[in-house]
C-alpha cells in the first residue's frame, strides 16, 4: 500500500535537512556566500514559501480533503486550480523554498547541496507513491493533470 512506502514524513525530512545545514555550516570549510540585499533575499524567500504553503493547505482545506502525508488514501478530491496550476506539489514546494532561504541565511556554500537531497527524497519516497495512490484513484484525469502541470514547478 502506498503508505508503506512513506519513510520519513516531510515536516520531518525538512527539519533533518535543516540540521544537515547546520552541521555543514559548523563542521565544513567556511565557503561564504555573502551578496548584497541577502538578508531580504532570505527573508522573501521564507516569505514565499510559507505563503505558497499556506495556500496549497487552504485549497486542501476548501475541498475538505486531506493533506496528511501518511494517508493519502483519504483523498476526497484532486485540487487542481489556484495555486495547484502551477506546482502539483506545492506544500513540499514550499518546504524547499525555506530550505533555500535557510541555507542563504547560513550562508555556507555546501548547503545547498542538501537541496538536490531533499528534491531526490521527495520525488522517491513521497510524491512518487502518491502520485501512484493519485493514479488509481482518479485514473484519466490525474494523468491528464499530470500532464499539464509540473511536479514541482
Given at each position: 500500500?502506498?503508505?508503506?512506502?512513506?519513510?520519513?514524513?516531510?515536516?520531518?525530512?525538512?527539519?533533518?535537512?535543516?540540521?544537515?545545514?547546520?552541521?555543514?555550516?559548523?563542521?565544513?570549510?567556511?565557503?561564504?556566500?555573502?551578496?548584497?540585499?541577502?538578508?531580504?533575499?532570505?527573508?522573501?524567500?521564507?516569505?514565499?514559501?510559507?505563503?505558497?504553503?499556506?495556500?496549497?493547505?487552504?485549497?486542501?482545506?476548501?475541498?475538505?480533503?486531506?493533506?496528511?502525508?501518511?494517508?493519502?488514501?483519504?483523498?476526497?478530491s484532486l485540487v487542481m486550480g489556484?495555486?495547484?496550476?502551477?506546482?502539483?506539489?506545492?506544500?513540499?514546494?514550499?518546504?524547499?523554498?525555506?530550505?533555500?532561504?535557510?541555507?542563504?541565511?547560513?550562508?555556507?556554500?555546501?548547503?545547498?547541496?542538501?537541496?538536490?537531497?531533499?528534491?531526490?527524497?521527495?520525488?522517491?519516497?513521497?510524491?512518487?507513491?502518491?502520485?501512484?495512490?493519485?493514479?488509481?484513484?482518479?485514473?484519466?484525469?490525474?494523468?491528464?493533470?499530470?500532464?499539464?502541470?509540473?511536479?514541482?514547478?
Amino acid at each position: 500500500m502506498t503508505t508503506l512506502q512513506l519513510k520519513i514524513p516531510p515536516a520531518v525530512v525538512f527539519v533533518i535537512c535543516v540540521v544537515f545545514m547546520w552541521l555543514i555550516k559548523g563542521f565544513l570549510p567556511d565557503y561564504s556566500m555573502h551578496v548584497t540585499g541577502q538578508k531580504w533575499v532570505v527573508y522573501g524567500c521564507f516569505t514565499i514559501g510559507v505563503i505558497v504553503g499556506l495556500v496549497g493547505v487552504a485549497q486542501f482545506a476548501q475541498k475538505s480533503t486531506t493533506v496528511n502525508p501518511h494517508r493519502p488514501e483519504n483523498t476526497s478530491s484532486l485540487v487542481m486550480g489556484g495555486i495547484y496550476a502551477i506546482s502539483r506539489n506545492p506544500m513540499y514546494l514550499a518546504l524547499l523554498i525555506c530550505l533555500l532561504a535557510i541555507a542563504l541565511y547560513w550562508g555556507n556554500i555546501f548547503s545547498l547541496l542538501i537541496i538536490p537531497v531533499f528534491i531526490l527524497y521527495m520525488n522517491e519516497y513521497q510524491i512518487k507513491p502518491e502520485e501512484e495512490m493519485m493514479e488509481q484513484k482518479f485514473g484519466q484525469k490525474y494523468l491528464d493533470y499530470k500532464k499539464e502541470v509540473r511536479r514541482w514547478l
